[in-house]
Every structure is written in C-alpha cells, then in structure tokens.
C-alpha cells in the first residue's frame, strides 16, 4: 500500500536547508585549490556548526518576579549561617515561572563600600541554589557562586545581589549553562516574638545568558 509521505517538521526543515547549503559549500570547495585534508576539515567543522544552531542557541534572558522570602527549614550546613527559602513566581524571556530557592546567609556582618552607614547591615551569601519550573514542564536548576546583602535596619529593607550558576535542567532545558544574576529588595512583613524578622515580601529581576536551551517556547495551552 502506497502512503503518503509524511510533511517535514518545521526544525527538520531548517536542518534539511543547513545541510543542502553545507553540501553546496563542499561541493565548491572540492573544485578549488584547497588540500583534501583542509577540505575535510572544513567541511565537519560547518557540519558541527550546522547541527548545533538547529537544536540549541544562546538566549539573552530577563525575568521579573515576586513572591516570599522567610526562614528555610533546609539547612545548608555552612558555619555561622542563617538559612532562607524563597517561593517566587514570574514571567519573562523564557516563559512563565516559578522558582524555590534556599541560601545560607553569613551570621557575621562584613564591610563594603556601597554599603555604610550605622543603620545598615552588611552580609554576604555563602551558599544555596534552587529550581526553577517553567509552565512546559521543563526545569532549570541553578547553583550560587556569590551573594552580598545590604540591610537597612531602620526600614527593614534590604537589597541583595546574588549571581547563579546554570547547571542544567530536563526538557528544553537538558543542556543549558550560563550565568544569571539576580537583584532583589525584600521587606520585613513578619517578626518573631524577640524582634527578629521572619517573613519578608520580595520583587526582583534574573537577567543574563543562558546557553544550550532548545527552541521549544512556551505557548498557550501547554499544561500548567
């Protein structure tokens, strides 16, 4: 029984262009005076190119969020350090989002030069990491390398500077890397019966590149 051929997909489509215009150029180079070997070279490095840009590229990334930062139950182990969880939800260049994140933040203050007054409060960020989950399914998982806060004691504000290593994920997110760097202010919303703060209100932006992300979007529909 005859059967129709099945219509190209639209990446199989830009891959089956990719690969006509590399045979066009092989063929070109293989009648001028370039060494077989140089030929060869060329040819695989244009094919590898060719591959790579069909199923991933880099994504300059912005990402606008809000939610809770309060006190973790998770603990992170790490000496001298307070332990937060953030629950923020948010949209941007890669979609719509929700993010958990947990950072154990120094219990001794430090200097910094942006930072000064007898009213504010200095601390750095030691360790932490976290997941984000797209509304495809697809996760991201990031790793901090470096996190300063700067504490207004007066108001309860804080404004804090954090920058995430992207180790990856599932879905369009399997072979991702990059770097995002998240700016944050937090407000006091909630303190213990001593005085201490407990449950802050939170708003910020992610903004970097994320490399290896596959050309799957988000669209309308899709399983929240």
Same mark, same amino acid.
């Given at each position: 029984?005859?059967?129709? &051929? /099945?219509? *190209? =997909? ?10 006509? %215009?590399?045979?066009? #150029? #092989?063929?070109?180079?293989?009648? =001028? /005076?370039?060494? &077989?070997? $140089?030929?060869?070279?060329? !040819? ?15 994504? &300059?990334? $912005?990402?606008? +969020? =809000?939610?809770?930062?309060?006190? =973790? *139950?998770?603990?992170?182990?790490? *000496? ?18 929700? !993010?958990? %994140?947990?950072? /154990? ?20 960020? %030691? ?30 504000? #804080? ?6 290593? !992207? ?5 369009? +997110? ?9 700016? @944050? ?7 213990? #019966?001593?005085?201490? *703060? ?6 910020? $932006? +992610? ?5 290896? !992300?596959?050309?799957? @979007?988000?669209? &309308?529909? @899709?399983?929240?």
């Amino acid at each position: 029984m005859n059967s129709k &051929p /099945a219509r *190209p =997909s639209e990446k199989q489509g830009d891959t089956m262009k990719r690969l006509t %215009l590399i045979d066009t #150029a #092989a063929t070109t180079l293989s009648g =001028s /005076a370039m060494g &077989p070997m $140089k030929r060869l070279a060329t !040819v695989a490095l244009m094919l590898v190119l060719g591959v790579a840009t069909a199923y991933a590229h880099d994504e &300059p990334v $912005k990402l606008t +969020f =809000s939610g809770v930062s309060d006190t =973790s *139950p998770d603990n992170l182990q790490q *000496p001298d350090t307070s332990n937060d969880g953030d629950n923020f939800a948010g949209d941007g260049t890669l979609g719509k989002f929700n !993010v958990r %994140l947990v950072r /154990a933040i120094s219990n001794t203050a430090g200097s910094s030069s942006t930072c000064t007054g007898a009213d504010h409060l200095f601390l750095t960020e %030691l360790a932490g990491g976290g997941v984000f989950r797209f509304h495809d399914g697809s996760l991201l998982n990031v790793n901090l390398t470096q996190g300063d806060d700067c504490i207004n004691l007066t108001t309860g504000v #804080a404004h804090c500077t954090l920058t995430f290593q !992207v180790t990856g994920g599932t879905g369009r +997110f399997k072979r991702a890397s990059g770097v995002l760097t998240m700016t @944050e202010t937090v407000n006091a919303v909630l303190f213990d #019966a001593l005085g201490n *703060p407990v449950v802050f209100d939170a708003t910020g $932006k +992610f903004t970097g590149t994320v490399s290896g !992300v596959t050309k799957e @979007e988000d669209r &309308p529909g @899709e399983q929240q």
